[in-house]
């Protein structure tokens, strides 16, 4: 994967006080936004071939999974037990079905980074919504990771009735966000032969405001500015080729809702360019150090300097920008709306405070505490999920203006290089 060189330190990035919560499910949701304790990625998507037939396709990274020998040599094995289970909401609470699947991978270079993609068949619930959970467990290292997945009803159904793949290969790809100058074909069974009306949007740029800001603007859908067809082949494939930035609405007559894919920067969702690098200072830095590091004419060396400054030796610096930029990465992974995930407001918080120690979400929002609940002095933080035609992942927060200290005290800590890892 790609990283960030500064101060020579090539980073590899990976994956209280307030208003009173919501009435959200009480499940800790925490583990789907942080790394976790093993580190095993799985990626996963749900796909609908038609009303009767749905698919989880799902994604392993062989970098993540121990191979044994069987003590004579090659070839080394993998084991890794994938399993789903559905419920009736979000809670988690009910269970309604479950599958699992044994994935075995052999190899004589076990060090050697490869994706490992597979699918399994969903059973649906018929006119209802419901939640998955996918879990990968590494049967070797007896570790696992999830991931959280909601199966919409009906009309809001129709954007898991496309999916992006990669036209090289045909193989799904596991995120509806891209970077730009990326081929992108969208699979849609159910279109064949239909033409699929595609309205673009552009990114629109700005970051958003401190947690405790007055500035109570509603985000809304930037305007569509332009708009054009595609004939879906005998298979189903839309070819768009290498699509500009922007947001792109995939619909037929027969949609209400539609699919949205995102084109997003080149280097998105990595930390590769000055620019990565210098956006994200916006929110722990003032207007007028911004500018001058902005207009320096060597901005890379103009950040390098920053964290310096604010470390006050190397060592430090190099441990700050591998912390930072990775939130900004995994802001990216989790966050992205219309706009990158740094830029939203759950990718401010993240940034700035962490993963959380507890989530719970309901059907229109989710919760975030830090600090134990019982305890006075723990912090939270309220997202509403915001109503648009083009994403379902954006969370615009509650702003108070009781979070002023906190903010300024978690700003003050990373301008002055006292910064934990979580």
């Avoid at 919501?22 to 990626?43: I, M, S």
């Avoid at 749900?46 to 069987?70: M, P, Q």
């Avoid at 849609?188 to 552009?202: A, F, K, L, N, Q």
């Amino acid at each position: 994967m790609s990283g960030i060189a500064l101060l020579g330190c090539v980073a590899a990035l990976h994956l209280g006080c307030g208003s009173s919560a919501p009435a959200v499910q009480r499940d800790n949701l925490a583990y789907l936004y942080g790394k976790g304790p093993n580190n095993l990625r799985v990626q996963a998507r749900v796909y609908h071939e038609s009303a009767e037939r749905s698919l989880i396709h799902y994604k392993l990274n062989t970098a993540d999974l121990l191979y044994k020998g069987d003590g004579g040599g090659g070839p080394f094995k993998a084991q890794v037990r994938v399993t789903y289970s559905t419920y009736s909401d979000a809670s988690t609470k009910h269970l309604l079905d479950s599958a699992s699947t044994l994935v075995t991978d052999k190899s004589d270079l076990p060090a050697e980074e490869r994706e490992l993609i597979g699918t399994m068949e969903l059973r649906r619930r018929p006119g209802a919504a419901f939640s998955v959970i996918v879990t990968a467990r590494d049967l070797n290292r007896d570790n696992e990771s999830s991931i959280l997945l909601l199966v919409e009803a009906e009309p809001q159904a129709s954007t898991q009735y496309y999916m992006p793949i990669d036209p090289a290969n045909g193989l799904p790809l596991f995120t509806d966000h891209l970077p730009a100058g990326r081929a992108v074909s969208v699979r849609c069974e159910r279109c064949v032969g239909d033409s699929v009306r595609i309205t673009h949007r552009p990114v629109i740029a700005g970051l958003p405001s401190p947690v405790f800001s007055g500035d109570h603007r509603a985000r809304t859908d930037p305007a569509p500015d332009s708009t054009f067809s595609l004939l879906a082949d005998a298979d189903g494939r839309i070819d768009l080729g290498m699509p500009p930035v922007g947001s792109y609405l995939l619909r037929t007559g027969t949609d209400t809702i539609g699919f949205a894919l995102h084109v997003l920067e080149k280097a998105y969702p990595y930390v590769d360019h000055v620019m990565d690098l210098l956006g994200p200072l916006r929110y722990i830095t003032s207007t007028q150090e911004f500018e001058r590091m902005a207009n320096d004419t060597n901005a890379r060396k103009a950040v390098e300097r920053f964290w310096l400054d604010a470390t006050g030796e190397r060592e430090r610096a190099r441990d700050a920008i591998r912390i930072y930029y990775g939130r900004v990465e995994n802001a990216n992974r989790h966050f992205s709306a219309d706009v990158e995930g740094w830029r939203t407001d759950r990718g401010l918080v993240h940034i700035i405070f962490g993963t959380p120690t507890t989530i719970y979400r309901g059907s229109n929002g989710e919760t975030w505490i830090y600090g134990e609940e019982s305890n006075l002095m723990s912090l939270t933080f309220n997202f509403t999920r915001r109503k648009s035609a083009i994403t379902g992942n954006d969370y615009v927060l509650q702003r108070d203006p009781m979070l002023k200290g906190a903010w300024y005290r978690n700003v003050e800590s990373w301008r002055n290089g006292r910064v934990y890892q979580n």
